[in-house]
């Protein structure tokens, strides 16, 4: 059976703060090694006040050194908002504390509105049209030091920290196939390109001294429960927390409710659904059989699971249910 692995956002809660945001990251991390998870990724957002991980680098070290064995990283940094040289030696640093444990995934998005992305970027139309040679750059300065380099990361240099390419569009499908890198599509919140993505991603990969052959993973929002009932409930908060995204009003993570009945529009409902198309959410049987089929429809080598749960035990809990479904279709 494929590995799974968790995207964390470290949530802010209705009533909470980022400091218990940041502890409850570290927490979920520890019951995902404990379970059997492959690893944990952290992701950058910018300006958001549901989400604490801003500062990835730091929030991986924070859930690394909290942990022994699971594999701790970025899905992802936002690369066009940093300088190659840069990541190179923070990703370096975080390798040299927690060795044989550290990824980067990187994505090319700003991950944050445009206002914010401006201050971020200051250059917003160069610092995306450099993305394939900022991807480059930063191989090079986490290989090995070559004869007459000019620039040498330190920390960083010969650190080889395995590099993900992260998209929701066909964009990097063709880089990571181009440079043989893994590739992560994020479709738990970006349905629509995926199968064909995947396609490209792996009719155009060429081997490479990262990878051999193409290597996919596939994300989904996920809850799972003791009920479907209890999943679905759980589940309003991540659908209350994505309508108010779209009416550009992004708050704390709101707290579950019986009903979404008169908290969307029509409109925002079939919007929402839509983009949480391959969302896992209900009982054990449920979770099981809805992952079966996600897996059977991508073909994917790994799941990445985002758990958007407001209660912090019943996160846990969810991540429990979910390693044992993953155990039930092993056997």
Do not use: C
Request: charge should be negative; avoid cysteine; charged fraction near 20%.
């Amino acid at each position: 059976m494929i590995p799974f692995s968790i995207l964390d956002l470290s949530p802010v809660v209705e009533g909470g703060t980022v400091a218990q945001s940041l502890a409850n990251s570290r927490r979920l991390a520890q019951e995902a090694e404990a379970q059997g998870y492959r690893r944990v990724w952290l992701a950058e957002h910018h300006g958001m006040r549901g989400i604490a991980s801003a500062a990835t680098s730091l929030v991986i070290q924070h859930v690394a050194a909290g942990t022994k064995s699971i594999r701790v990283g970025a899905g992802g940094i936002m690369l066009p908002n940093h300088s190659p040289l840069v990541i190179a030696e923070q990703f370096g640093t975080l390798e040299a504390l927690f060795p044989g444990r550290i990824d980067l995934g990187l994505g090319r998005a700003p991950g944050t509105d445009m206002l914010t992305a401006r201050a971020l970027r200051r250059n917003m139309e160069a610092s995306a049209e450099n993305f394939p040679q900022d991807v480059v750059d930063l191989l090079a300065l986490l290989g090995p030091v070559q004869p007459n380099q000019k620039i040498v990361a330190v920390p960083g240099a010969d650190s080889n920290v395995p590099v993900w390419l992260l998209g929701s569009s066909h964009y990097s499908a063709h880089l990571a196939g181009m440079l043989g890198l893994p590739f992560a599509f994020a479709s738990h919140f970006a349905p629509d390109m995926l199968l064909s993505a995947l396609q490209i991603y792996r009719e155009r990969f060429q081997p490479s001294q990262y990878l051999d052959k193409p290597q996919v993973m596939v994300g989904v929002m996920g809850v799972a429960a003791e009920t479907d009932e209890e999943g679905r409930y759980h589940f309003t908060s991540m659908q209350q927390s994505f309508v108010a995204l779209r009416r550009g009003a992004p708050t704390a993570f709101p707290p579950p409710v019986e009903s979404m009945e008169g908290l969307w529009s029509e409109q925002e409902k079939i919007m929402v659904e839509h983009t949480l198309q391959y969302a896992v959410v209900g009982g054990p049987d449920t979770a099981r059989d809805q992952i079966a089929r996600f897996l059977d429809l991508t073909k994917a080598d790994e799941l990445i699971i985002s758990m958007p749960v407001f209660d912090m035990e019943a996160r846990l809990k969810s991540v429990r249910l979910f390693a044992e479904a993953r155990a039930a279709l092993a056997a």
